[in-house]
Every structure is written in C-alpha cells, then in structure tokens.
C-alpha cells in the first residue's frame, strides 16, 4: 500500500516538461477530484498531454495508473521516454500501473507488472480492476486511453451512466480522472454527452503557422471555476 509518505518519494526521470498544463489554464478553482475530458481530432497531442499529466502528478508525489486501450503499455512506456518521462522506476515502486485492456483483446501476451482487462467493453470489470488498484493510493491520477474505443465496444444505452459512475467514484475517492475523446469518430450527441459528465473539457487542434503544423490547447469549461477560453501553443520543452 502506498502512504502519503511514500507517495511523495520521487520515481520519475524527467527531462522535458510540457505548457501549458491544466494550472497554467485556470485562474481559481479545484484541481483534483476532477474529472477531465480531452477532445481533439487524431494527431492533435491529447494522448501526450495525458502522459504529460501522469508524469507531472508523479514528480508532484501523486501516483499514476494508465488504463489503455488502443496501444500496449510497452508502446506507452517508451512514448513516455521519447518525450522524457522515464516511468520504469515508479512501476518497480508500484507509483505507476497499468491496466491494459489492450494485449489480451489483441491476442498478445500480458506485459508483467500490469493488470489486464478481459473483455474491454465491459465497463463493470474496469470499474472493479480500478478500484482494487486505487485503493492502494492516495490522490492518484487516471488516464483511460482511450474512451472513444469503450464506447465502441459497448451498449450505446447503458455506457453513459457507466462513464458517469465510474468517474464519480474515482473522484469522491479523492482521485483524478482523465478520459481521451477522438474527434470525428462519434455524432455530436456522443460528444455532448459524454462532455457534459465530466467537470473540465480540454480541446486540442492543430493549427497552420508559417506552413508548419502547431498543436494547441484551451479549456472548454471547467465547473465552478474561472477559465479563458483562448487557444494556447502545446509545447514540450525543458523543465
């Protein structure tokens, strides 16, 4: 079990840092207990902005647990130290975990050190592995990348309260919930919908400069806080 105490023991290696992250884009108002919505078209830098959020929480002393989907946690992994996160640390002292809802669906072996998800379009075996997981952290920080791949997979009646749960529950714990929305995949009820469940939507696009391609940010909204609307440059750079 991790205590506050060791929660606070740093694991991770850190060379580069991104701007702005969620602090840089509210004026006031609650950062954790928050559940978070990232909505951008593919390519537009929401899955290296939630990693960002990981490995930000990690040098602030807050564990990290990865839920993918799309990807394996080896591909994650070595994402994270291309941009330089280098996790390998905090997984060996239990501050980052993986629950990989992606190699057994795929027919790959199960990474070590992970937890696995049988049947990736059954929200309940999520909320279960989840919750066995965080139970052993204090103010942990969640990724679940990605929702767009849950929602496909799953009943289109049932999913939104399950989304909404399942949120709720990580949040009352005093955790943090971040779920990835791929743009152009869903109708534009699907996205309201699932926008409206959470407490803060950030928006990615790219953008064209000087005929180079620049990845942007804005906060959407955020409940009961002041926020600014305006679109920010995603830059990762040095701490």
């Known amino acids: 079990m991790l205590g506050e105490n060791e929660s606070k023991i740093p694991c991770i290696g850190m060379t580069k840092t991104v701007r702005p992250m969620i602090a840089d884009l509210v004026q006031f108002g ?3 207990q928050v559940s978070y919505m990232l909505v951008g078209p593919l390519g537009s830098g ?4 939630a990693e960002a959020f990981l490995a930000d ?5 807050f564990p990290a647990i990865h839920v993918t989907t799309d990807v394996s946690p080896r591909v994650v992994r070595n994402d994270m130290s291309r941009h330089g996160w280098t996790i390998e640390n905090c997984e060996t002292s239990g501050h980052f975990v993986f629950i990989d809802g992606y190699s057994e669906r795929m027919g ?6 992970t937890r696995s998800l049988a049947k990736v379009e059954d929200i309940t075996e999520l909320g279960i592995v989840l919750n066995g997981v965080l139970d ?12 767009s791949t849950l929602i496909l997979h799953s009943n289109p009646a049932t999913m939104p309260r399950s989304v909404q749960r399942l949120g709720g ?23 309201a919908t699932y926008s409206y469940l959470v407490d803060a939507v950030l928006r990615f696009r790219i953008d064209e400069r000087d005929s180079e391609p620049v990845h942007q940010v ?4 955020m409940r009961s806080t002041e926020i600014s609307r305006k679109w920010h440059d995603f830059v990762i750079g040095s701490p």
Do not use: W
């Not at 929401?46 to 902005?49: A, C, M, P, S, V």
């Open 218 to 221: 804005r906060m959407d909204r």
């Open 108 to 113: 790959a072996p199960k990474a070590s050190g």
């Open 169 to 191: 529950r990580v949040t009352q714990k005093s955790h943090s919930i971040m779920f990835i929305l791929e743009d152009g995949v869903h109708d534009e009820k699907t996205y």
């Open 57 to 61: 929480g990690l040098k602030l002393g």
């Open 30 to 32: 609650q950062l954790t």
């Open 46 to 49: 929401k899955t290296t902005y």
């Open 136 to 147: 052993n952290m204090v103010c942990a920080r969640v990724v679940v990348d990605s929702l």
